[in-house]
């Protein structure tokens, strides 16, 4: 029979609030456009802003993405005046050439290292967002030569006013997109591919070649957008292996098989010569120290990008109070990387806007320092990195029995405004130090007890 | 010997196993009397002890409900789980016993069937050994 | 769906929310979808939207107001007028907000408009939001003409997207992913069953999805073929439908057998959208779903009320807006 069953609940029980102040403070850091939108609205909802960038200026944040924005309204709607704004802002404390090289603390009372130029300063926040570009990892079977430009590297190069790339006079004449070489599922250099092409094309008069594993429209009004392109002019074709690039007759030639070609004869191979540059869609990746900022919070990365492969963390990490966006979080194509970036917005500031907060003091995990015994077990298990173990001086002395009074001893501590109360530490601390205060392992026991 | 209503003890996560329970019982669904269900914040929370506990207070089997890998809401538990229920067969079928005794099982928050299912067929496998 | 994490994440700042919704039940298309894990999680996002949903029903803060149907939004001093109608007891009132968010969601593409497949004749041609429903309800699909467990199974995408002639100019972005998680079930579960998967272009769905579309490419018993199919039938007495495509791949005409044929369908804007929420000043953008561009004042936009969306992007975009919202409330004060 259905809900005959004995059941043990976990107990509601009596909670025990405790309220804590947070500063409304967040570090926005990161070179990332995308960490100027959360910065502002961050700020117009009173929350004290300190925005780091690695640049002199905040126009250098947005310049990469100048011609994108010149290409498509709507990113230009996003990103033409934001850097003017923030720069202006009462709310926003900018620190610019500043690189984040360390975090260590808890939600509300983060302690942050950056380096200014040689010096290192320490900053306190209550929360702190990462919006980062990514760096061009590799060209995915792509042998690097003269004229072949990493996607990010050819729209950063670019003068918008003649067209030209970094180091050259004159606009190039031809231009081949290649995307989807690598394997990673992105969609950002398709759209800007067709988009930025249409932009050549018509401003330029630059023929466009655009090659594809898959045509990517998901993205609003990209299908229109994709017609527009082949109206100008500019020529899709959808390749089946990566194609080769190699030295050709004037330039660069580029040959592969058209997957798209209903024929059947067999095969029909393309070749495209005389090729000005070739802009290849690399694989964008964290750099080494950025990773490692990141694997000290104990934030994961997996396949280059934060946080978890897990439908749970839509928009945040487990660690309380720190998100991630930007391309740090999933290279995205502006648009769709703010919708990104102001999610997380929205959970930082529901972690760090109220000012004060009530902490269930009775829902979470507790150590009984007299059965430590340093092992770290807990401190690797956690997975909001709330547990340290620590050695106080003069405070907070955890005295076991029997010891001398006023010795220090050195045990595990749970951080009750981060602990969730999984329970995960206790069941696997081996001199079973940790207990559930809400649910201790008696309840369980008793159950099993009574019922069997 | 086991009966013909066997004593299974359910240790079922919060964020899938106990919802999926509840789906079951809203749906009607046939779950067998002798059926312990033991809420848990996280499937990572059904230690050894417990799990040992339950065979020695008389259960005949005992099983893990849990999130799927990589949806845990606490990163790992479910995989925690997973490895601890592992190594208990491996040691249960040293000393003799049947490994069947202690399963894994992952569901999804709105699968009350497959919960009713995964119990059906625990019950199957004892009621057949 | 993302009216109700717009109201969850508007809760959570301590913002008083009434929500507005037409049918007996909240939760929106997304309360009617399957978990779509195999031995793994898939990532579809399903289970977020139910916990979504529960706490939303649960919470002390949310004013539920199921049945009813909102007739006119009219600005009202620095807030909204909202004219709502009980549509189970008949009677009208009204509803007074600060802000108001949009989340009318899509309408899903009526499949019976594409003929030549045969939706609506045919008792094994699903739409992808039947398989859905029944994954969900009886937890494995089967042949809806005699219960049988189906083998050959066919899913066609862009049913009703990237098809001018029905004037959808628009991929519905979401389609991809829901058909080859929902594949990767049907595998799982019976491990005989062959899948083909007709497509134009598989359309990637953020950084969840890389996982899931490898997994289908290294199955030797799920095949990809680049073709959309011209016409489903019976051929004669014999047992399963008949498809008839010409695949890219051999440049041929190819006539195929299955037992099940699942259509991809997209989403459509929402009908009832028209009219009323033009006198708030919102337009159309160039794909028929709502402009977020036009909204000002105090209206905002959560999910596919202003185009195609997945469950995540929905939840993303729903929080987005809540920021939105307390961005305008703090402006206000």
């Known amino acids: 029979m259905s809900g005959q069953q004995a059941v043990l609940r976990i107990p509601a029980g009596t909670s025990e609030l405790k309220e804590v102040s947070i500063q409304p403070s967040v570090i926005v850091a990161g070179d990332h456009p995308a960490g100027l939108l959360m910065a502002e609205h961050l700020a117009d909802l009173g929350v004290a802003v300190t925005l780091m960038v690695p640049f002199p200026t905040l126009e250098e944040v947005v310049a990469p993405y100048r011609v994108i924005a010149s290409a498509d309204e709507s990113v230009a709607g996003l990103l033409q005046e934001v850097a003017e704004r923030v720069s202006q802002h009462a709310g926003i404390t900018r620190v610019t050439q500043a690189d984040l090289v360390d975090i260590s603390g808890w939600w509300g009372d983060f302690s942050v290292q950056a380096r200014i130029g040689e010096d290192l300063k320490t900053f306190h926040t209550s929360g702190i967002a990462m919006a980062y570009r990514g760096n061009p990892v590799d060209l995915p079977g792509i042998p690097v030569q003269e004229g072949v430009l990493p996607f990010t590297d050819f729209l950063s190069g670019i003068n918008l006013q003649t067209g030209a790339l970094a180091g050259k006079a004159e606009s190039p004449k031809q231009v081949v997109f290649l995307l989807d070489a690598g394997e990673r599922d992105e969609k950002w250099a398709s759209v800007a591919a067709i988009r930025v092409g249409v ?103 997996e396949d280059g990008v934060a946080g978890p492969n897990n439908p749970q963390f839509t928009g945040r990490t487990p660690k309380k109070g720190v998100v991630v966006a930007g391309d740090a979080w999933f290279p995205e194509y502006p648009t769709d990387a703010a919708m990104t970036a102001l999610s997380a917005a929205q959970e930082l500031y529901k972690w760090v806007g109220k000012g004060t907060y009530q902490v269930d003091a009775y829902r979470v995990a507790e150590v009984d320092p007299s059965k430590c015994a340093t092992c770290l077990t807990c401190f690797r298990i956690c997975p909001h990195d709330s547990i340290r173990v620590e050695r106080y001086g003069e405070r907070n002395v955890y005295i076991t029995q029997g010891a001398k009074e006023g010795a220090t001893w050195e045990a595990a501590r749970v951080k009750i405004e981060t602990c969730d109360g999984c329970g995960l530490c206790a069941s696997e601390c081996p001199a079973k130090a940790i207990q559930l205060i809400y649910y201790p392992d008696m309840e369980v026991l008793d159950f099993l007890a009574k019922n069997l | 010997m086991v009966s013909k209503n066997p004593k299974i003890v359910a240790f079922c996560c919060e964020e899938s196993g106990m919802p999926a329970y509840e789906h079951a019982v809203s749906l009607g669904l046939d779950l067998p009397d002798g059926l312990k269900v033991v809420a848990l914040p996280c499937g990572g929370k059904a230690e050894t002890g417990y799990l040992m506990k339950a065979l ?65 067929r625990e019950v199957d496998t004892l009621l057949g050994a | 769906m993302a009216g109700i994490a717009c109201a969850g994440e508007l809760t959570q700042a301590g913002i008083t929310v009434t929500l507005l919704e037409k049918e007996p039940v909240i939760g929106g298309w997304a309360a009617d979808y399957c978990c779509k894990a195999t031995d793994q999680c898939n990532r579809c996002f399903v289970c977020v939207a139910d916990k979504e949903r529960e706490g939303v029903r649960l919470s002390d803060a949310v004013t539920l107001l199921t049945n009813h149907q909102v007739r006119e939004v009219e600005k009202n001093g620095s807030g909204y007028r909202l004219r709502v109608e009980n549509k189970v007891e008949g009677v009208e009132k009204e509803v007074r907000a600060d802000a108001v968010v949009l989340a009318t969601g899509f309408k899903p593409f009526d499949a019976t408009q594409k003929g030549e497949l045969g939706y609506g004749r045919y008792a094994d041609v699903l739409t992808g939001l039947d398989l859905e429903r029944m994954l969900r309800n009886q937890g494995s699909a089967r042949k809806p003409s005699d219960g049988q467990v189906p083998n050959k199974i066919a899913f066609i995408q862009c049913v009703g997207s990237r098809d001018e002639s029905i004037g959808h100019l628009y ?121 977020p561009a036009t909204c000002k004042d105090g209206i905002f936009v959560a999910g596919t009320v202003s185009g195609p969306k997945d469950i995540e992007r929905s939840i993303m975009n729903a929080k987005q807006a809540a920021l939105s919202v307390l961005r305008y409330l703090e402006g206000q004060s």
């Open chain 3, 171 to 291: 991929c519905s972005k979401a389609c991809c992913a829901y058909a080859l998680r929902m594949a990767r079930v049907i595998r799982s579960q019976n491990p005989g069953s062959e899948i083909f998967f007709y497509y134009m272009d598989i359309q990637p769905a953020g950084r969840l999805f890389d996982e899931t579309l490898k997994a289908c490419e290294e199955d030797p018993n799920f095949h990809f073929i680049r073709a959309i199919p011209s016409k489903i039938y019976r051929y004669y007495q014999k047992p399963g439908l008949m498809m008839r495509s010409l695949e890219a791949e051999s440049g041929t005409i190819e006539e195929k057998f299955f037992d099940l044929i699942v259509l991809s369908i997209g989403m459509e804007p929402n009908p009832e959208n028209e009219g009323l929420w033009e006198k708030a000043g919102l337009k159309p953008g160039r794909e028929g779903f709502v402009d």
């Open chain 2, 56 to 120: 020695d207070e008389g259960a005949d089997a005992v099983m893990v409900f849990a999130c799927y890998e990589g949806n845990c809401k606490y990163v790992r538990g479910n995989i925690r789980a997973e490895k601890r229920v592992n190594y208990l067969r491996e040691r249960l079928e040293k000393i003799g016993l049947s490994p069947e005794k202690i399963v894994f099982c992952p569901v999804a928050p709105a699968s009350g069937q497959r919960f009713a299912e995964l119990v059906q």
């Open chain 1, 199 to 301: 932009f050549l094309k018509r401003k330029f008069g630059t023929q466009v070649f655009i090659l594809c594993r898959e045509l990517k429209v998901s993205v609003d009004e990209m299908e229109q957008d994709y017609r527009a392109a082949r109206e100008s002019g500019i020529i899709v074709f959808k390749y089946r292996q990566t194609p080769r690039v190699e030295k050709g007759s004037g330039g660069l030639r580029v040959v592969f098989e058209d997957a798209a070609a209903i024929s059947s004869h067999g095969p029909s191979e393309i070749t495209l010569d005389a090729l000005d540059v070739v802009v290849a869609q690399e694989r964008l990746g964290l750099s080494e120290d950025r990773a490692e900022v990141l694997r000290k919070l104990r934030i994961p990365l």
